[in-house]
């Protein structure tokens, strides 16, 4: 299963987002990443920060990078560029952490970026809730799913791998991705409450240069209005009804 994001509008260009996707592009050239994985049994030392820039297949590394072309751009320019750089090194050292604290005897290496992903989706999860998706599995694809229902799903399969393979007792790193994504949520919790969002929305309405604009619930396009009632989004074709008492879904 793949989540892919529809229309989300962004004030900002996520110049750090595509950075670490270029830096872990880079890291696939390497012959070997045995010094840079993490193993538990073994001393931290600098794979403990490494292990998450490299991914073990090409595969692996673009579906992380989808992700975080899709996702984590959005959370970028939701946080800011510096604290989004030390959000992905925090999301990186938790999932490690994880590990480390479930299987803390193990001997197989680990890297890849997934747990830093899903930090960022759980973040996204809080603050965009309403944004369309669409949901693709193996034969089949659902359209114009919101995006707290698409992720729902994500971390219920997340946990249920994780359950899987600890019942056949093989060591894998889907509790890191699990931890971190409900870590981001709790992150995403707090900066809502200082009312990032709050800024985004004033930065998104301005860059119309129209006084009277609101922002569509779904994607945030901004939307130039004259007058309160029902409102078409051209960007992601939501309807939705707009007065003083806020926004509210039309079908």
């Given at each position: 299963m793949i989540i892919l994001e529809k229309a989300n509008q962004k004030h900002r260009f996520p110049i750090v987002t595509i950075c670490f996707i270029f830096l872990t592009l880079f890291t696939l050239l390497f012959d070997s990443y045995d010094s840079y994985s993490f193993t538990p049994k073994k001393d931290f030392?600098?794979?403990?920060?490494?292990?998450?820039f490299f991914n073990s297949t090409f595969t692996e590394w673009l579906t992380n990078v989808i992700y975080l072309y899709m996702f984590a751009d959005n959370v970028e320019d939701v946080v800011g560029h510096f604290t989004f750089f030390f959000l992905f090194f925090l999301f990186g050292l938790i999932g490690n952490l994880t590990y480390f604290f479930f299987h803390t005897n193990s001997i197989l290496p680990v890297i890849g970026t997934s747990a830093v992903v899903s930090g960022f989706l759980g973040m996204y999860y809080v603050f965009f809730p309403n944004v369309k998706s669409t949901m693709v599995f193996e034969k089949v694809s659902l359209n114009n799913v919101p995006i707290f229902l698409s992720l729902s799903i994500?971390?219920?399969v997340q946990t249920y791998l994780y359950l899987v393979e600890l019942h056949y007792e093989v060591r894998s790193t889907y509790i890191g991705q699990v931890v971190t994504f409900f870590i981001g949520m709790l992150l995403a919790h707090v900066?809502?409450?200082?009312?990032?969002?709050?800024?985004l929305e004033h930065n998104l309405r301005i860059s119309t240069f129209?006084?009277?604009?609101?922002l569509c619930p779904s994607c945030n396009h901004p939307i130039p209005i004259q007058k309160y009632g029902r409102i078409h989004c051209s960007t992601c074709q939501t309807n939705f009804f707009f007065d003083r008492t806020g926004k509210k879904f039309l079908p």
């Open positions: 030392g600098i794979s403990f920060v490494t292990s998450y994500w971390i219920l900066l809502v409450r200082n009312q990032v969002l709050d800024r129209q006084n009277k604009t609101v």
